[in-house]
T-cell receptor, first 116, second 115 residues
Framework: DAGVTQSPTHLIKTRGQQVTLRCSPK?????VSWYQQALGQGPQFIFQYYEEEERQRGNFPDRFSGHQFPNYSSELNVNALLLGDSALYLC???????????????FGQGTRLTVV | AQSVTQPDIHITVSEGASLELRCNYS??????LFWYVQSPGQGLQLLLK??????LVQGIKGFEAEFKRSQSSFNLRKPSVHWSDAAEYFCAVAPFSGGYNKLIFGAGTRLAVHP
C-alpha cells in the first residue's frame, strides 16, 4: 500500500502564476482534504472533497480551488500566486464509510511550494 | 472561536529524560483530540487520538496523553525520550460541527534532544 502520495514534492513558481498540486489517496479512501502549512506554523484546513464535490471549506480565498476525480484523486489549484502562498501543502485522505471524518485520516508527505 | 494552544514553542530535553508537551483547546464541547509528529521535511504521523472513554490514551513510540476536561487540556507525555524523538509535535482538535471533518492544529512544539 503506497499510502497517500503527493506530487510534485517541491516546486518554485513566480508571483502571479498558477499552480496545480496533486494527491492520490490511500487505497480504500474516498475523501481528500487539503491543508496549508506555512513555515513555523501548524497546518490550516483549506477544503475537503468527497464524491467529487467540495464539502467543507476553510478560510481561504477563491484563488484556492480544487477538484476530485472519479478515482478519488484530487488536485489543488492556486491562481494568482502571492509570496504568502509559499508553504508546505499537505493532503490527507479518509477511508470509505467514515464520511470524511479525520478520525482515520492519513497524511501525505506534502508539496513544498516556493513563490518568488 | 475554536482554537488550540501549545504554550511551548521549543523544548529541549536530555536523552532518557521524561517529556511533557502541553496542549489546551477552546471549544464548547469535547472535540476529538489528536497528537501528530512531523519530522523535518515530512508529513504528519498520528501518535494518538482521544474520542471518549478512558482519559489516558496510549499511542505509538511509547507516547501517552491525558485528557483533562476541567482544564481543557490534552498533554502528551513520554517517560524516557530517545534522540529519534526530536521533531515537531502538533496537537489538533476535530470539532463536532461539520462531522469531525477537519482538523484545527496548534502552532506546534519543536522538541530537541540532547545526548
Amino acid at each position: 500500500d503506497a499510502g497517500v502520495t503527493q506530487s510534485p514534492t517541491h516546486l518554485i513558481k513566480t508571483r502571479g502564476q498558477q499552480v496545480t498540486l496533486r494527491c492520490s489517496p490511500k487505497s480504500g479512501h474516498d475523501t481528500v482534504s487539503w491543508y496549508q502549512q506555512a513555515l513555523g506554523q501548524g497546518p490550516q484546513f483549506i477544503f475537503q472533497y468527497y464524491e467529487e464535490e467540495e464539502r467543507q471549506r476553510g478560510n481561504f480565498p477563491d484563488r484556492f480551488s480544487g477538484h476530485q476525480f472519479p478515482n478519488y484523486s484530487s488536485e489543488l489549484n492556486v491562481n494568482a500566486l502571492l509570496l504568502g502562498d509559499s508553504a508546505l501543502y499537505l493532503c490527507a485522505s479518509s477511508p470509505e464509510g467514515t464520511g470524511g471524518a479525520v478520525t482515520e485520516a492519513f497524511f501525505g508527505q506534502g508539496t513544498r511550494l516556493t513563490v518568488v | 472561536a475554536q482554537s488550540v494552544t501549545q504554550p511551548d514553542i521549543h523544548i529541549t530535553v536530555s536523552e532518557g529524560a521524561s517529556l511533557e508537551l502541553r496542549c489546551n483547546y477552546s471549544y464548547g464541547a469535547t472535540p476529538y483530540l489528536f497528537w501528530y509528529v512531523q519530522s523535518p521535511g515530512q508529513g504528519l504521523q498520528l501518535l494518538l487520538k482521544y474520542f471518549s472513554g478512558d482519559t489516558l490514551v496510549q499511542g505509538i513510540k511509547g507516547f501517552e496523553a491525558e485528557f483533562k476536561r476541567s482544564q481543557s487540556s490534552f498533554n502528551l507525555r513520554k517517560p524516557s525520550v530517545h534522540w529519534s524523538d526530536a521533531a515537531e509535535y502538533f496537537c489538533a482538535v476535530a470539532p463536532f460541527s461539520g462531522g469531525y471533518n477537519k482538523l484545527i492544529f496548534g502552532a506546534g512544539t519543536r522538541l530537541a534532544v540532547h545526548p
